[in-house]
């Protein structure tokens, strides 16, 4: 680490060698550092059973939304009660076109961070 840091600093005293061709691979390779995988969402096939799709309408009558929910978390607007939702098991709704997007990330809810992957309320629905 502390040659590559020697030849980084000589490379910046000498604004010759970056207009050279041959910085340029060196650079490349600094900014393609491997990157751990990422953690795996929720996979689609799933997001059915724990989180299902309906309007916001919908869910605040039968009661599946905290009745203090009036926007999405991830967007930031006011959820309207024709737009379809996800529901989480938390009481949480979403865009479903929000939280999918969440969901392709992480399986928690991003509001209370519950992990929706293991609910046990996608049997008793
Ligand atoms: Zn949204
Ligand atoms: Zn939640």
Not at 6 to 31: C, I, K
Not at 32 to 61: I, Q
Not at 73 to 91: A, F, G, K
Request: overall charge negative; some cysteine.
């Amino acid at each position: 680490m502390a040659l590559s840091q020697t030849e980084a600093s000589e490379m910046d005293q000498q604004p010759f060698s970056l207009l050279a061709g041959d910085s340029l691979p060196f650079a490349f390779m600094a900014l393609h550092t491997p990157e751990p995988a990422p953690p795996p969402g929720l996979p689609e096939a799933r997001r059915d059973a724990v989180a299902p799709k309906m309007t916001f309408g919908e869910a605040c009558e039968e009661c599946l939304v905290h009745p203090s929910q009036t926007e999405c978390t991830i967007c930031i607007s006011d959820l309207c009660s024709h737009e379809i939702v996800r529901t989480l098991p938390c009481q949480h709704a979403y865009h479903a076109s929000c939280i999918d997007q969440w969901f392709a990330r992480s399986t928690l809810c991003p509001n209370c961070k519950t992990d929706v992957s293991d609910a046990k309320h996608a049997e008793l629905l």
